[in-house]
């Protein structure tokens, strides 16, 4: 129950706030330049898109999010009540991923029709924006600012977009495989081609286990920055 109304009050608060707004807006700008890119290099650069959305989008909104509760004072209330640390994460985790699944299918749908294998698709757009969402968490409680947010979020996220060198045959090696955002591309991938049965399962494995290690740091980075701060340490526990 706990979960459900955090996840509504993330949601009408993102509402309020124009987050479903700004989608819309990237969404028209992605079909009108995908309007434009020739055939040939529509699936690359379709992959390209949908990639930079859950990953771009949701390090920034989920970050912006934090920050605003943050100025209208929402943390000290929020956890005099039951709430948990981890429901907190995980409904900001489920809510941006959602958004971001709407917006990737609004784009695949208009610009590219149905993708080959819907389920591959949607769970690498959940993985991505979920593992995104909670790494921005994790760098957010050390921001006091936007703009030191925006400047320490992108040295976070530097690593995790290695994988599209690999992708676009710049540079290829094998400690990609290490990285969720090579099981993101594979799953992203489907959407124009039957992926192997291996793929399937490495990219959910390295998903998986990168979305519960950057859940462990954000849960404690936020325990330490902010519920400690406001004398709230215990609950999260």
Known sequence: MRMATA???DVRFQWRHGFYLVYAFVCSI???????VPDVYREKVMVLLTFSDPSALGLILAGGMVLLERDQGIHDPLFVTPIRTR???LSKAASLSVLSLLAAWVIHLLSMGMPESPLSFSVGIVLTSSFMTLLS???VVRCRTINSFILLSQLFAIPFVLPL??????????LFLLLPTEGTLRMLQSAFTNLMIMDKFYSLFILLIWNYAVYVWAKQSYEQHV?????AGGAGK
Do not use: C, D, P, R
């Not at 992605?30 to 434009?36: H, S, V």
């Not at 060198?165 to 094998?174: A, R």
């Open 7 to 9: 996840f509504a009050f």
């Open 30 to 36: 992605y079909w009108i330049l995908l309007y434009f």
């Open 87 to 89: 429901e907190y994460l």
């Open 137 to 139: 968490i994790g760098v």
């Open 165 to 174: 060198l690999g992708y676009f045959n710049v540079w290829q090696s094998k």
């Open 227 to 231: 519920l400690m701060q406001i004398g």
